[in-house]
């Protein structure tokens, strides 16, 4: 159990408005990890107005991933995982203690910029008279920030303050207590950070002037004691100071030290009728007046009846961070925001390198498979382009493989030319039998794809870049909680010799969509669901069955939603794609088939029955000279099961995993 826990990552949390002043953040994160395995994430937070549609938000939270990416390079400096994530809400510290929640943090360390200006005051000063004067009881005003103190109320884990002033050759770390259990909490903070600065910590604790010698040697002699329980360091000390104010000693002390680390200072059992216990007049005094960087820290609190009472009655506020999480919210909402925080661009993960670097850290593999038929004019194009940039240049893919359905032109040849072997889909599992389709050939594929991570881009696309797999592959690598990753573009479409911009996809806007948002809403913030670029991880596509032909998009697509939720789905723009076009009638027994794996999908969700046997037969109308005629045809896919019931995968698993 001990080595379990030892194994246990310690999680931090760094909600930065600015990914400039992230680089001291880092390196305090990376201190109190104290050698411990270290998960540091760096969170973006976009604020959407009321009366805003949250996926209004899409565009800044790209943006504000794009900076965050900058704060990488600190992580890698300091030795600890950095990774990055940006939430969308209507206030940023509902964002924050979601992420909480999410993440299950440890610790929260927040930026302080200092004390509001003089300007500031002023305005909330005239705000409050305004209030007062229309009868509505006005806000307290914060003691770090809104978003700070909302957070500390909640109290979902410990929360450090950081008031930056540099933390460049600490040699010194003062540590002012007056008891409780955030000075032992700045305690086991400032041990840690003084391990890794090489550095010396002094325990300040101020008594009142004239007391006398007799209690200052007992004040001296708890001070020590308290020093040799908590200090875990030779280079610590206790120091008593006699002063008439505890801010003016400590102020003045902090200037021999290069850093401050100190509890939250007050107790809800002397609050103020503003709220300011939350850290206490003290703790913003220092912080704002202390000559080094100040870090004040407040422990996570259990919740108890006094308390509970107060944050009920704190409006806005909410039990724990659980409550919030799970608070109900109506579905629109609930899209929106997704859209926001899961949709992305492919140029957000441009630099290959860094995604190598997010792939070795992870220790995971990655195959791409190309399902072909009949592809001889674009197979070669695909691989070479996906190839050479993906596996030559920059190892990012270790593996890409061909399952071909019985091509009966060049495609075999071509791709076994370029060196990449070629799978008939029938020949893969022949102990299950076969199916026509492109769902098969995926189903089969998992069979000899060996990647923790699978990719799959169709290739019939004639202006194939690498953008195309490296842009779904980077959700993935960056986000830990997307399973499952689509790819959307604008689809031309050829009329005649002219590439018009817009009219592809004509079944996904006509019959897709309209039917998702019916029946499947939960879906309908996705813009492509049909397309045929997608990538997920193996723990989750071998758990799935598939569709054997059109509807396997459509299948997975809900399954995924059913077994692992909205949030583990993400999608990414493209951008163009060029491919060719089917007529009419191939796309009408197309939507045929998506709208009846859309139906069964429906029946075993709900358990009914609405499809027939009748209604599985389609009649598609014959037209010649001057007549027409009715042909009825059998059009639907099998299902097969999730391919981890089939024992040869298994074994074949377990092989790979041994190796």
Aim: aromatic share 4%; with cysteine; charged share 25%.
């Amino acid at each position: 159990m001990a080595a379990a826990r030892r194994k246990t990552p310690y999680r931090i949390l760094l909600p930065l408005a600015n990914p400039r002043t992230a680089r001291d953040l880092v390196r305090i994160g990376a201190g109190v990890a104290n050698g411990r395995p270290t998960e540091i994430t760096a969170l973006g937070i976009v604020e959407v107005p009321e009366g805003v549609s949250l996926s209004e938000g899409a565009t800044q939270a790209r943006t504000s991933r794009r900076l965050l990416q900058r704060v990488l390079d600190v992580g890698d400096e300091e030795g600890v995982e950095l990774r990055t994530m940006v939430r969308i809400g209507r206030h940023a510290a509902d964002g924050v203690i979601e992420a909480v929640g999410e993440e299950g943090s440890d610790l929260v360390i927040f930026g302080w910029g200092g004390p509001p200006t003089h300007a500031q005051v002023a305005r909330a000063d005239a705000e409050e008279t305004e209030m007062a004067l229309a009868g509505q009881r006005a806000q307290p005003r914060p003691v770090f920030s809104p978003t700070i103190d909302a957070v500390v109320r909640e109290s979902p884990c410990d929360i450090a303050v950081v008031k930056q002033r540099g933390i460049e050759n600490v040699e010194s770390i003062l540590v002012p207590v007056r008891g409780g259990p955030h000075a032992e909490l700045a305690m086991r903070i400032s041990r840690d950070l003084a391990k890794r600065f090489g550095a010396k910590v002094v325990v300040l604790h101020v008594v009142p002037k004239g007391i006398g010698e007799r209690a200052i040697e007992r004040e001296q002699v708890a001070v020590d004691a308290f020093v040799r329980e908590h200090a875990g360091t030779r280079r610590a000390s206790g120091l008593i100071r006699e002063a008439a104010s505890v801010r003016q000693a400590i102020i003045k002390e902090a200037a021999n030290h290069q850093l401050v680390v100190m509890g939250a200072s007050a107790h809800p059992t002397n609050a103020s009728p503003d709220g300011r216990y939350l850290f206490g007049t003290l703790a913003e005094s220092v912080a704002s007046k202390a000559k080094p960087t100040v870090i004040v820290v407040k422990t996570k609190q259990s919740v108890g009846l006094a308390t509970f009472e107060e944050l009920r009655a704190s409006e806005g506020t909410l039990a724990h961070a659980d409550a919030f999480v799970e608070r109900s919210r109506s579905l629109p909402v609930v899209v929106d925001k997704w859209f926001a925080e899961n949709t992305f661009h492919a140029h957000e993960f441009a630099d290959i390198r860094k995604l190598l670097a997010h792939k070795e850290r992870l220790g995971v593999t990655i195959s791409v498979g190309l399902p072909t038929l009949n592809e001889e004019k674009t197979i070669g194009t695909v691989i070479k382009r996906v190839k050479g940039a993906l596996m030559d240049r920059v190892p990012l893919i270790d593996q890409i493989v061909v399952i071909d359905s019985d091509s009966d032109d060049r495609t075999v040849e071509i791709a076994t030319e370029l060196g990449v072997p070629v799978h008939a889909h029938p020949k893969i599992l022949p102990e299950t039998g076969t199916h026509r389709g492109k769902g098969e050939a995926l189903w089969k594929s998992l069979h000899v794809l060996d990647g923790d991570i699978v990719a799959w881009i169709d290739t019939d696309i004639s202006n194939i870049q690498p953008r195309f797999v490296y842009g779904l592959l980077g959700p993935l690598l960056a986000e830990p909680k997307i399973q499952y990753v689509k790819g959307f573009y604008q689809r031309p479409i050829k009329q005649g010799d002219t590439l018009q911009a817009e009219g592809g996809g004509r079944v996904t806007e006509l019959m897709a969509r309209p039917l998702i948002n019916l029946f499947f809403p939960e879906l309908s913030g996705m813009i492509q669901p049909l397309s045929g670029e997608y990538a997920g991880r193996r723990e989750l596509l071998e758990q799935l069955p598939f569709f054997t032909g059109y509807a396997v998009e459509i299948g997975l697509l809900i399954d995924i939603l059913d077994q692992a939720g909205l949030s583990a789905v993400g999608q990414v723009d493209l951008e163009r794609r060029i491919h060719r076009n089917q007529p009419l009638p191939n796309l009408s027994q197309m939507a045929y088939v998506i709208l009846q794996g859309a139906i069964r999908k429906l029946e075993e969700r709900h358990r009914l029955e609405l499809l027939t046997e009748v209604g599985r037969g389609m009649k598609l109308i014959n037209t010649g000279k001057d007549q027409f005629n009715l042909e009825v045809r059998e059009i639907g896919d099998e299902i097969r099961a999730p391919i981890i019931s089939v024992p040869a995968y298994v074994e074949r698993r377990k092989e790979l995993k041994s190796r």
